[in-house]
C-alpha cells in the first residue's frame, strides 16, 4: 500500500470486505498516513485475504512444478524448483 500497489490481498480484501468502501477510499490515496496504511492493513487482516493470497500461490507453484518438461536436464530442475520453494517461502 505505501507503494500504491493494489496487490492480491487488497483486491480480496476489496471484494470480501464488509468495510471494502473504507478501504478503497484508502488505497486510492496517493500520500497515506501511517495511520491510514494501519487501518488498510486492519481491514485487510479482517479478511481471509493473506491466507486466500499464500493459497493461490501455491496453486501457480504447484502448476509450474508439474508442466516442467521431462527431458529438463536435472540441474536445471533442480535450480528451478528451489526457485519455485523461495517463492513459496516469502514473508512480507
Known amino acids: 500500500m505505501r507503494q500504491g500497489i493494489v496487490t492480491l490481498p487488497v483486491i480480496y480484501a476489496l ?3 464488509e468495510r471494502h468502501n473504507e478501504l478503497r477510499e ?3 490515496n496517493r500520500s497515506l498516513t501511517e495511520e491510514e496504511i494501519k487501518k488498510g492493513l486492519k481491514i485487510i487482516y479482517e479478511t481471509s485475504a493473506v491466507e486466500y493470497s499464500y493459497q493461490q500461490v501455491a496453486n501457480y507453484l504447484n502448476a509450474a512444478r ?3 518438461p521431462l527431458t529438463l536436464p536435472l540441474e536445471l530442475k533442480e535450480c528451478l524448483l528451489e526457485v519455485a ?3 513459496g517461502l516469502r514473508k512480507y
Open 85 to 87: 520453494d523461495f517463492v
Open 26 to 28: 484508502i488505497v486510492s
Open 15 to 17: 471484494n470480501n470486505s
Open 66 to 68: 508439474s508442466v516442467l
